[in-house]
């Protein structure tokens, strides 16, 4: 008898999770070989090297995909499926393997038109949300290197965008002037977090003016690292929101992602006189993951 085993599989990461039939985890792995570090025939290997003494145990394994493993440069390409749409597993892609033990699938992306955009892996962590709350009518926010805007209404995705806020703020802390005034050792400090907030939610036009203002407080001012840093963060999520507004400012908002970067999310949102409720990625990951192994079995997929 096989072991069904779900997989996160990120740029930077892999998680896994064999799963008993009716869905309880029987064991759970962790792996920093995620896809930006490996070339596509080096995944079947490091899949094997987290999971393999689970699927000799079994004998054979049905393993489940989401996330960058089915990007262009990933195991293999799985085409996006466009929205609007529903979210299903029955559209994942067969893997071919090496290890005959092994039917390897990959759930696919989303893609949108116009404006153009794509998204990997937060599909899945809607498709868990969805299953406890079907009848959601509003925006769902996935922060993270990429942010998501996602409008759910009736069951499905109808439009989203992404916004580059966390890779923005990478770059600029970490290669831009700013990094000589920023550490990330000092302490978080929230009251400049959320005075830069706001500078940049009621003037976005003036962020790139109000980033080197940024360099040139810590300079005249003596600013300490942790306050830079948070400013930093602060005036990149004010120009999102603001960015966004259009976006979110009329629906219910629920904010999916890891806690420490959701809660400023809310944070932000509150001060746009938004109250919106937060859930940990982690754990919707998993149960979009179950949900789509159902649906495979209910159709012999």
């Known amino acids: 008898m096989s072991v069904r085993i779900a997989v996160d599989w990120g740029t930077t990461a892999l998680r896994l999770w ?19 570090g ?16 689970l699927v000799e145990a079994a004998g054979a394994a049905e393993v489940l995909i989401c996330g960058m493993a089915g990007a262009r440069s990933g195991w293999r390409e799985t085409p996006y499926a466009p929205v609007p749409c529903t979210l299903s597993g029955k559209g994942a892609a067969t893997v071919a393997t090496r290890d005959p033990r092994l039917s390897v699938r990959i759930i696919p992306g989303l893609s949108q038109a116009d404006p153009p955009d794509v998204m990997r892996g937060e599909e899945n962590q809607i498709a ?26 009736g069951g499905r995705i109808d439009h989203f965008r992404t916004v580059m806020t966390g890779e923005l703020f990478a770059l600029l802390s970490g290669a831009s002037v700013l990094r000589h005034s920023i550490s990330g050792d000092d302490p978080w400090q929230g009251d400049a977090f959320e005075q830069a907030l706001r500078r940049a939610m009621h003037a976005p036009e003036t962020l790139t003016a109000a980033l080197f203002a940024l360099r040139a407080e810590s300079l005249l001012a003596s600013q300490p690292p942790g306050a830079t840093r948070s400013a930093l963060s602060g005036l990149l999520i004010g120009q999102e929101l603001a960015a966004t507004a259009s976006l979110w400012s009329a629906h219910s908002v629920a904010i999916i992602g890891e806690p420490t970067l959701a809660a400023l999310y809310r944070t932000a949102l509150a001060h746009a006189g938004v109250v919106a409720e937060v859930l940990d990625g982690g754990d919707l990951v998993l149960q979009g993951l179950r949900t789509a192994f159902a649906e495979l079995e209910e159709t012999g997929v």
């Not at 799963?19 to 930006?36: C, F, I, N, Q, T």
């Not at 596509?40 to 999971?51: G, I, N, R, V």
């Not at 299953?131 to 996935?142: N, T």
């Open 128 to 153: 868990g949300f969805l299953v406890g709350r079907p009848d959601f009518d509003g925006v769902l926010c996935l922060p993270g290197t990429h942010t998501k805007w996602v409008r759910v209404t």
């Open 38 to 53: 490996l070339s596509p025939d080096a995944f079947e290997p490091a899949f094997l090297d987290l999971a393999g003494d």
């Open 18 to 36: 064999a799963l008993a039939p009716d869905g309880h985890v029987l064991a759970e792995r962790r792996s920093d070989k995620g896809m930006g």
